[in-house]
C-alpha cells in the first residue's frame, strides 16, 4: 500500500472545519512530509506507519500555539482518523488523495 502522494483533509472542530493538504512521502516505517493550512505549510514531525495506520505531529501558531496530534488509517483512496489538539480534546477527520 502506497501512503506517497498528496492527500486533503477536513478536521471537523468546534471552530468549523478545518482542511489541509499533506504532501507525504514513506521509507520503510518512517513517515515524512508536509502539511498546509490556513495559508501556512510546516514540516510533519513523529510521522510512522503500522500497516495500514499512519501518525503524524504538526506544530501550530494559528489560532494558538499547539502540536496537533493526528492518527489515521489509510482505505484505498480515503483517509479517516483523528486528532488530539492539546487540551482542547479529539477531533475526527477524513479525507483522500487529492
Known sequence: MSFD????ITVNSPMGPQPS???LAVDGDTLTG??????????????K???DTLTWSNSITTPF???????????GDTLTGSVKAGSFGS????????
Do not use: C, H, Y
Open 5 to 8: 502522494g498528496t492527500w486533503t
Open 21 to 23: 493538504t499533506l504532501n
Open 34 to 47: 508536509s502539511q498546509t493550512a490556513q495559508g501556512t505549510t510546516s514540516p510533519i514531525s513523529n510521522g
Open 49 to 51: 506507519v503500522d500497516g
Open 65 to 75: 500555539p499547539m502540536t496537533l496530534e493526528f492518527t489515521g488509517k489509510v482505505d
Open 91 to 98: 477531533f475526527p477527520f477524513a479525507g483522500g488523495r487529492a
